[in-house]
Nanobody, 118 residues
């Protein structure tokens, strides 16, 4: 069982930065696909950034060049560095993890609110 805990959300002005952290308890993220998903009010939850083992990453178009997903060397924590934040980045951000052979993410954190003011 993997328990995920997000932190680092908050209120920031447009153009500012935040770094979200996702800590895994019970095991490390080694061998897992880890993603940051976000859900804005009235919209469906979707991926913002995903990290595979070996350094492969994916970013949704709207965050490319502004967000960076990374893992610490011990693979206990996954980060989402968010720069040049925009009001449209306002959402609840969720960390999720799955084994590569699974099609769905079966471990989810509780979410952390990110609010970007204009």
């Amino acid at each position: 069982q993997v328990h995920l805990v997000e932190s680092g959300g908050g209120l920031v002005q447009a153009g500012g930065s935040l770094r979200l952290s996702c800590a895994a308890s019970g095991r490390t993220f080694s061998g897992y696909v880890v993603g940051w998903f976000r859900q804005a009010p009235g919209k469906e939850r979707g991926p913002a950034a995903i990290s595979w083992n070996g350094g492969i990453t994916y970013y949704t178009d709207s965050v490319k060049g502004r967000f960076t997903i990374s893992r610490d060397s011990a693979e206990n924590t996954v980060f989402l560095q968010m720069n040049s934040l925009k009001p449209e980045d306002t959402a609840v951000y969720y960390c999720a993890a799955r084994r590569p052979e699974r099609p769905d993410y079966n471990y989810w954190g509780q979410g952390t609110q990110v609010t970007v003011s204009s």
